[in-house]
């Protein structure tokens, strides 16, 4: 079945820099992909979905990118925040009909 | 704030022991999922449904784990004989669509089963 792995685990930058988190994942006809916040005592919230056809995918403050070659799928904060810090987590559904697997998510921390 | 509602919170049970957890899913959602969430933060796909249909489930769900959505009701996931490799983070989730691979799914905030 779908294996997704998530890196890196921790993440801590100052605030303005750059965050990037990257999901790769095994089965080449996944072709939902989403990203979840979770603030602290908080639930898992959608960032962002993306669809297989969709390369470049940009939120406010963010850029998620799909490479469906690698398969690999990237998320990057651009100017991040204090606001920021949460944890993050990927998921890849490998068809239409199954339930999306997650990363194992990445804790950000953004100092001020 | 999430419209997932899971009770309880937190859960401890002893070795052997039933646990049973409940979730109300968002108003209009038919589909529910159940995830198990360790302590390294895998996440683990246990079961998911159309309204009171099981879609799919994993092979630990089928032996000591049974869950059910019944009509009116709030769904549940039941352990039948906890064992201390169970302890985690069990979230319930909900969606919109069917085909519940490609919609947002909308988590509660899980139950924290802790088994002695």
């Known amino acids: 079945g779908e294996q997704v792995e998530q890196r890196p685990p921790h993440l801590s930058v100052r605030e303005g820099d750059s965050a990037v988190i990257t999901c790769t994942y095994t089965d080449p006809n996944s072709y939902y992909f989403f990203w979840y916040k979770q603030e602290p005592g908080a639930s898992l919230q959608l960032l962002m979905k993306?669809?297989?056809?969709?390369e470049i995918n940009e939120g406010q403050g963010f850029t998620v990118l799909l490479n469906k070659k690698d398969k690999r799928l990237s998320l990057n904060l651009t100017a991040a925040h204090p606001g920021d810090s949460a944890a993050y987590f990927c998921?890849?559904?490998?068809?239409?009909?199954?339930?999306?697997?997650f990363g194992a998510g990445t804790k950000l921390t953004v100092k001020p | 704030n999430s419209k997932v509602i899971q009770t309880p919170r937190y859960l401890v049970k002893g070795q052997g022991q039933k646990a049973k957890m409940r979730c109300i899913p968002e108003?209009?959602?038919?589909?529910v999922f159940w995830y198990q969430q360790n302590k390294n933060n895998e996440f683990k796909f246990l079961i998911n449904?159309?309204?009171?249909?099981?879609?799919?489930q994993i092979d630990m769900t089928e032996k000591r784990f049974s869950a059910e959505c019944p009509s009116n009701s709030p769904c549940s996931l039941e352990i039948q004989s906890s064992e201390a490799g169970d302890s985690a983070l069990y979230l319930c989730?909900?969606?919109?669509?069917?085909?519940?691979?490609?919609?947002?799914?909308?988590f509660g905030a899980g139950t924290r089963l802790s088994v002695l």
């Open positions: 998921a890849v559904t490998p068809n239409n009909n199954n339930a999306p697997r």
């Open positions: 989730a909900s969606s919109l669509s069917v085909l519940g691979g490609r919609d947002t799914l909308y």
């Open positions: 108003k209009g959602h038919p589909v």
């Open positions: 993306v669809f297989s056809s969709t």
């Open positions: 449904f159309q309204n009171q249909e099981v879609l799919q």
